[in-house]
């Protein structure tokens, strides 16, 4: 971490509170979420809305975890490529999620999915590119408005995020590393 952050056993109020939620759900306090408390101020607001985007989103968790594993690819980050690839790969298997990271056209998901993660991919590339064709295209798919919404909020949050991480250096948590060291270097964006 490039940024001083309260480590848990220093933490405090909303902090601490924060911290003790992770511990018992993870077992640790992730670097995503400590790097945060250089600004505690922030913490409770980006936890909150994470949970209320992911816990309420529109398409189901799988989706939201596709989406997010595209979106940290574009960015790129390399931590939140590692730390989505391995969650993802719990719900839907270690070979799709790779396939879905090397091409999510070509990974066996449904023809809906392939026009989400498309959508995600514009937004985190280049959302001024963005046009009236692009949403009747997704309507198309059957996305609803709601839908669309949902997928623009989850890849622009993505985005958001995994850039904030990055800037101040968060790092991989060992368990979040794929035992083969190609697929390692593969979700590797940059040489830290």
């Known amino acids: 971490m490039f940024i001083q952050t309260i480590e848990p056993e220093q933490a405090e109020g909303a902090v601490a509170a924060i911290y003790a939620n992770e511990l018992a759900s993870m077992g640790r306090v992730m670097q995503a979420t400590q790097c945060w408390s ?7 607001p980006i936890e909150h809305l994470l949970q209320q985007l ?42 799709q999620a790779l396939a879905v990271h090397r091409d999510y056209r070509n990974a066996g998901l449904t023809d809906q999915q392939v026009a989400m993660l498309a959508y995600a991919e514009q937004i ?55 035992g083969d060291l190609a697929v390692r270097k593969e979700l590797s964006m940059s040489a830290r």
């Open 38 to 44: 250089a600004r505690p101020d922030m913490l409770v």
């Open 54 to 95: 992911r816990d309420g989103f529109s398409l189901g968790l799988l989706n939201f975890r596709l989406i997010t594993l595209v979106a940290a690819k574009y960015v790129p980050s390399s931590y939140c490529s590692q730390v989505y690839f391995k969650t993802l790969s719990g719900m839907i298997g270690r070979e």
């Open 124 to 178: 985190t590339v280049d959302a001024s590119r963005i046009g009236q064709a692009d949403i009747d295209s997704l309507r198309a798919a059957g996305l609803s408005d709601l839908n669309i919404a949902d997928i623009a909020l989850a890849a622009s949050f993505r985005n958001f995020l995994s850039r904030y991480f990055d800037a101040v250096g968060a790092e991989v948590e060992p368990e979040f590393l794929d």
